[in-house]
Structure formats: structure tokens, C-alpha cells
């Protein structure tokens, strides 16, 4: 097989990378949430000659020639992901998840308005409002937060909505382990005449296969990356439910417009097909069991970690991830240690805040995992077992380290942990343990 990946390239540098890359996303455990491994079709689409078009444009709308293929794939992606998530209108061409949101911003705010997203350290996204981004340079971000169990805090959303008026108000995040309760915003959305998103990026594999809610019924517009939990390339969708339409009859053309050509040029043709068949391959009804063995394995996994008695933020998960709440074994700040452990050991996750952490978002309190690679790799909930167990063993031997408070400190102790821990024999004999364990499971 990775003959067959890199046979065409001749610069042997890259191809050797490449062979390299291969051998540790299939000996190890990829348990970043965000990450999933696409079909050999998906990649092949990528990769093919559908990269060397120019479609600037809609379909039947271009401004080049010889688009009457590319066409057909563009509207074959749209009409399966309007069955798919039973909505009126969809576009495909955002390049990622960030201009998908910026979009939308084009297409509904102007310049100075007041909009809400959830807290990034919270849990939420970049794109909802973190005072570094791009939307909070145009427009007037206000956070909301969760509560110390990592819920939404819908008592404040509801009265700092009611006190600022935001037009626009965003669900959904990056580390939030329960249903989102798609019906609680939209009250509070309508209250204050709002529109309400919904960034379903990392559940959207989960909605069409009914492992999480819909919030098409209670949102005006739904945006998605392709890449997550729907087992697609990386890419984006936007799209206009029928609440957007009798909201504002237009927003669909504002949607597209703000794509194309407000935001970016011609389209990623290969990009683009390659959605269209994980569309497809979303559409069979083995998705469907798919979509809840990926719930059925971060609930398996949670109650193994808490049988090790490992902390979880709301003590389990409602979707595909899990957030470990690392204060109790290391104080503030132990997600860099845990996630350098366990990558040593072969198991690739990220740190992350968690609700209230004691300590910074570059040296956070926890750590985030998923199941939604290791489940596309065939492992079920005996699996998540043997994994829990050794991410388990992997912390509570590491749980000696304490991130010190100054930086020079900090310099000093984390070019040492990372030189230790590499060479901590307990951790060295779970990643041989796992390169045997991972044979049984190969990538496509």
C-alpha cells in the first residue's frame, strides 16, 4: 500500500516523509477528536487531476471554461448533503472550517455588530469570537461560558443576550462533551431576534448517522468542517436551513456571495468531489452504525479512565470526546506533560483547557481525546478498554511531574521532563505493546 502512495513521486526526501508519516499514524493511536482517517477513494479524489481546474463561480454560473464536469460533481456534493441534513440550500466550496465562519459573518453582520460564541477556554472555537481572531477585529465578540461541570451557562447567555442584543449567536465548540441543547439557544435567539449558527464541525458525522441531535429544526444557518467525525477531506459546508429562509428569504444568495467572491477565488475542484463521495459513503447505512459505535467507544473509554480513577470533566461524554481534568494528579498546567507522555508512548492526543483551569491556555490543566479515528480503524468498546487502561498507566506514571510557576523555571523543567520521560522504559514497553495492538487494525 505505501508503495502505491508514493510510487509517483521522485523526490525521495518527501516520499521517505511521507512513508514515515504512514508507519506512525498506523503503528500508533491517533485520539485528537478532530482527526479521522478518509477512505482510499476519498484520498484518491485528492490527489487526482481535478486539482489542475479553475471554476471560479457556481455551477452553470462559472467565470472559465470547460466546467461542464466539474459542474455535475459540484451539484451531486450539494444534493446529497441537502438529503443528508435535510436542508434547502448548501454550499461547498469554503476552503476549511474558519472561512466557513467568516462567511457568515460577511453574510449576516456588519462592521461593530455584537455577536456571542462560547469562551474558548471554555470550550469553544477561535472562529466564535477569541479576542485574537479575525471576527473579533470586525465585529464585537461577547463571550459566553460554562459552568464548572462544562455545561453551557444559559442562565448568564440568556441575560447577557438580553442586556447587549447580539445579532448573531453561535452554538457549538471544540472540547464540549455533552448534546448540545440546540432548543435552549434558539429560545434565547429569538427572544433577541437573533440569528442563531450551529458549528456542528465535530458532531456533524454523528448527526446524520442519529448519534447526536439535529439542529437543522432550530437554527437558521449550520456550518460544518468535513473532516472530523463525517470521515471526509478537510473542507467545509454552509448551510441554510428552512427557519434561514423564513428568516430572511435572501440568505442563501448572501451565503453564497460572501464565499465567492467575498472571501476566497475558484474552488478546490478535488476537494470538492473528494466531499462528494464521503457524502456518498455517509449516505450508506453502515454510517448509521458507525456514527453510534463512535459514541459507544468514548463512553466505554470514559468508564474505564474513571475506573483508573482518572477525572473527567462531567464525569463522562455525550458525543466523541472525552476532557480530562488533570488538576487532581498534577496541579495547574499538567496537560503538557500528559500529552508528551503519551505521545511517547504512541498515543497522539492535545492539551487543552479545561472549565475554570487554574492555569494558562499555553500550559492547560487537561487534556482532550476521541474516538472517532480509532473507531474507523474497527475498535469497539473491549478495545476502548485496553486503551483506557494504558492512558491510565501512562499518566499515573508520569504524575510526579509539577509544572513550576515562573518562566525561566518552565524552560529549564520542560527540557527535562520531555528528555525523561522519552526515555521511561514503562512508557517504552506500552508503545511496542501498542505497535502489536494497532497490527490488528490496519489503516485502509
Known sequence: MMKHMTDSIKDQTIADLISAEFTRQETGLEMIPSENYVSPQVRAALGSILTNKYSEGYPNRRYYGGNEFIDQIELIAIERAKKLFNVPHVNVQPYSGSPANFAVYLACLKPG???MGLNLPDGGHLTHGWKVSAPSQFYRSIPYHVTSEGRVDFTEL??????EKPKLIWVGGTAYVYEYEFEKFAEIAESVGAYLIADISHVSG???SGAHKSPVPFVHIVTTTTHKTLRGPRGAMIMVTEKGLKKDKDLPDKIDKAVFPGLQGGPHDHQTAAIALSLGEALEPSFQAYGKQIVANAKALAETLKKHTISLIG?????HLLLLNLVPLFGPGGGIIVQHALEVAGITV?????PKDPSSPFYPSGIRLGTPALTTRGMKEK??????????????EVSAYRLPETKEERDVF?????????KNVK?????????AFCKDYPLQ
Not at 440568556?158 to 442586556?163: G, L, N, P, T
Request: proline residues 0%; hydrophobic residues 45%.
Open 113 to 115: 455588530d455584537a455577536f
Open 206 to 208: 454523528l448527526v446524520v
Open 414 to 422: 520542560l527540557k527535562t521532563m520531555k528528555t525523561e520521560i522519552s
Open 427 to 435: 512508557l517504552l514497553k506500552i508503545r511496542e505493546d501498542i505497535k
Open 350 to 354: 492535545n492539551k487543552n483547557t479545561i
Open 315 to 319: 464525569n463522562g461524554t455525550e458525543n
Open 383 to 396: 478495545e476502548m478498554e485496553i486503551v483506557g487502561t494504558w492512558i491510565a498507566a501512562i499518566i499515573k
Open 158 to 163: 440568556r441575560q447577557v443576550a438580553e442586556k
